[in-house]
């Protein structure tokens, strides 16, 4: 059987699948365009794929229909791809490996191990928005914990200059 292999375009990538449609729908992801959204109201959230908006409402409806079936476990999950990342704590499976000889690292997801290979490269591609601020992060996260170190300044500061507003204009 002959399978057409479909490869990204976008340099760096290396997503290929053996349907067309899938790569229209991953080119999505680098175009920045999310056309299917959200109908409850005010929440906002938009997606590239129908499949990922249909995820997304279940975190409205609380349905979690994927169950680990591990006994005593309990675990349940809004997706498939959730529910075998989980299977993975059970088995031991680490399927991702770092392709640096010497490094030995192995993930159980493969966005962890292109966070991973960050530490290779020492890429940090999310930077502070904060004006004079030359903090970058390798992850997400630790730029989320960054900015509320720049939020926690400025509520600390907000509270001194109202404490002395308070002394210099009683009422």
């Given at each position: 059987m002959l399978s057409i292999v479909h490869k990204c375009k976008e340099e760096g990538c290396g997503y290929t699948t053996a349907q067309r449609a899938h790569l229209i729908a991953h080119a999505r992801t680098h175009a920045g365009e999310r056309?299917?959204?959200?109908?409850?109201?005010?929440?906002?959230?938009?997606?590239?794929?129908?499949?990922?908006?249909?995820?997304?409402?279940?975190?409205?409806?609380?349905?979690r229909p994927y169950s680990c079936e591990k006994e005593g476990c309990g675990f349940t999950a809004t997706t498939r791809s959730s529910l075998l990342e989980h299977s993975r704590t059970h088995t031991g499976e680490r399927p991702y490996s770092c392709e640096v000889e010497g490094c030995g690292y192995t993930a159980t997801q493969r966005a962890h191990l292109v966070v991973h290979g960050r530490t290779h490269t020492g890429e940090r591609p999310y930077s502070c928005e904060v004006e004079g601020c030359c903090y970058t992060a390798s992850e997400r996260g630790k730029l989320v914990v960054h900015a509320r170190k720049h939020a926690a300044i400025a509520l600390s500061a907000m509270r001194g200059a109202l404490a002395q507003s308070a002394h210099t204009h009683p009422s």
């Open positions: 056309p299917y959204s959200c109908k409850v109201e005010g929440c906002g959230y938009a997606a590239a794929k129908r499949g990922t908006l249909v995820a997304h409402a279940r975190t409205h409806t609380g349905e």
